[in-house]
C-alpha cells in the first residue's frame, strides 16, 4: 500500500517536472515517518520511566537521536539519491544541520511548555513544525549539495 501511494504521488505532473517539489514531498513523507518514529519514541520514554517524565527534554534527546540516524539513512538513498561513497562526511553533515534543529526543537518545547503551560504532547508538536524548513533547505543545499542531478531523478 505504501508503495502504490508513494508511486501516485511522485507521478504527479508538477513533481515529475520540478525536481526540488519532488525532494520536498520526498522529504515531508519520510518526515513524517521520523516524526512518528522522535513522537513514539519520546512518548515512550516520558509515560514508560519516572526519570524521563521529569527530565522530558533528556528523553527529547533521546528521541532525536534515533530519529536523526533514520532519517539520515532514508533521505540519502531515496530523498536525494545520493550514491557518494562519502557517507561519514555526508552524515556528520546531517547531523549539525539536524542538531541545529534540535535546538530550535528545545528552545520551542521548552518555551511551549515552561512560559506558555502548554502540555509537553502539543509542545513537541509545535516544537516539531518548527524546524521543517531548516532542516529540509540546509540538507538539500548543504548535507546533499553535491549529489548530480541525474541521480536525483526518479
Given amino acids: 500500500m505504501i508503495h502504490r501511494i508513494r508511486k501516485r504521488v511522485v507521478s504527479l505532473p508538477i513533481l515529475r517536472s520540478h525536481l526540488i517539489a519532488r525532494?520536498?514531498?520526498?522529504?515531508?513523507?519520510?518526515?513524517?515517518?521520523?516524526t512518528a518514529i522522535d513522537f513514539f519514541s519520546y512518548l515512550f520514554l516520558?509515560?514508560?520511566?519516572?526519570?524521563f517524565r521529569e527530565h522530558f527534554l533528556v528523553a527529547n534527546l533521546f528521541a532525536f537521536l534515533?530519529?536523526?540516524?533514520v532519517a539520515f539513512v532514508l533521505n540519502r538513498r531515496w530523498t536525494f539519491r545520493d550514491t557518494s561513497t562519502e557517507v561519514s562526511k555526508k552524515f556528520v553533515k546531517f547531523f549539525l544541520v539536524y542538531s541545529v534543529g534540535f535546538g530550535i526543537n528545545q528552545t520551542a518545547l521548552s518555551?511551549?511548555?515552561?512560559?506558555?503551560?502548554?502540555?509537553?504532547?502539543?509542545?513537541?508538536?509545535?516544537a516539531l513544525c518548527a524546524n521543517?524548513?531548516?532542516n529540509f533547505l540546509m540538507t538539500r543545499h548543504w548535507t546533499f549539495r553535491h549529489v548530480p542531478k541525474t541521480l536525483q531523478n526518479e
Wanted: net charge positive; hydrophobic share 60%.
Fill in 23 to 34: 525532494q520536498f514531498v520526498k522529504f515531508t513523507i519520510i518526515g513524517v515517518v521520523n
Fill in 111 to 126: 518555551v511551549s511548555v515552561l512560559i506558555f503551560g502548554f502540555h509537553d504532547l502539543f509542545g513537541k508538536l509545535i
Fill in 66 to 69: 534515533l530519529a536523526v540516524s
Fill in 46 to 51: 516520558t509515560r514508560a520511566f519516572d526519570f
Fill in 132 to 134: 521543517l524548513g531548516w
